[in-house]
């Protein structure tokens, strides 16, 4: 059982902005852990996509980005192309779990 | 560029220990920055931390699973191990190992291609 909390699916028409959001609870987003998000396309393995709730690393584009508000974080993909059908897992840590890794329960993005 | 590849049986036997192993290449396991983990992901769902290793040998694990895991390190071939005893059908899934930058809150940069592990008699 996930402590963070995704929709399981979300999706647009190429060019559209969607959010993926995450839920957490006060022993993880909401103790002040960062948010990491993943991109898990078909058949392949999962693939960083945001660190650090903000930061991309080198080569993912621009379109994706992401931010954290209290109990919670949100991926941004402004302007959704085809090649971002897949999956997205964010990541964080969880204090009364003692776990230094915990994941979302996934979203299945479409696009239309 | 770091590369990592994971590397065992694809089938185990109920009862049975499931064991594989993670290959590095294009970096060295003994790297301070980094922890060395396992995450493995059931067909359709979620993933799933299983544990970690530091170089110096220290785990930590995943509290549901932490009675059935032994991860190790050889330092010397620049891999790692995953041992899980007693497997159940329930064990059965793509298991990725992935390098675990250190931190406050720490993150997956490099993952394996997976292996799959379907546990049946």
């Known amino acids: 059982q996930s402590v963070l909390t995704q929709p399981p699916s979300v999706s647009g028409a190429p060019g559209q902005r969607v959010t993926i959001s995450c839920g957490g609870i006060?022993?993880?987003?909401?103790?002040?852990?960062?948010v990491h998000w993943y991109q898990q396309l078909p058949g392949a393995a999962p693939k960083l996509l945001i660190y650090l709730t903000n930061t991309r690393p080198s080569g993912v584009p621009d379109r994706f980005s992401g931010s954290k508000s209290g109990t919670s974080a949100s991926l941004v993909i402004a302007g959704l192309q085809a090649e971002d059908e897949g999956y997205y897992y964010c990541?964080?840590?969880?204090?009364?779990?003692?776990?230094?890794?915990?994941f979302g329960t996934g979203t299945k993005v479409t696009v239309l | 560029q770091v590369q990592l590849q994971e590397s065992g049986p694809g089938l185990v036997k109920p009862s049975q220990t499931l064991s594989l192993t993670c290959n590095v290449s294009?970096?060295?396991?003994?790297?301070?920055?980094?922890?060395w983990s396992w995450i493995r992901q059931p067909a359709g769902k979620d993933l799933e931390w299983i544990g970690r290793i530091y170089s110096s040998g220290s785990t930590k694990y995943n509290p549901s699973l932490n009675s059935r895991v032994i991860i190790s390190i050889d330092t010397s071939k620049n891999q790692f191990s995953l041992r899980l005893t007693s497997v159940t059908a329930a064990d059965t899934a793509v298991y990725y190992c992935?390098?675990?930058?250190?931190?406050?809150?720490?993150?997956?940069?490099?993952w394996g291609q997976g292996a799959l592990v379907t546990v049946s008699s």
């Open positions: 294009g970096g060295s396991i003994r790297s301070g920055s980094y922890y």
């Open positions: 992935a390098r675990l930058v250190v931190g406050p809150s720490p993150y997956f940069d490099y």
């Open positions: 006060s022993s993880s987003i909401g103790a002040g852990y960062d």
């Open positions: 990541q964080s840590s969880d204090i009364r779990l003692s776990a230094p890794c915990v």
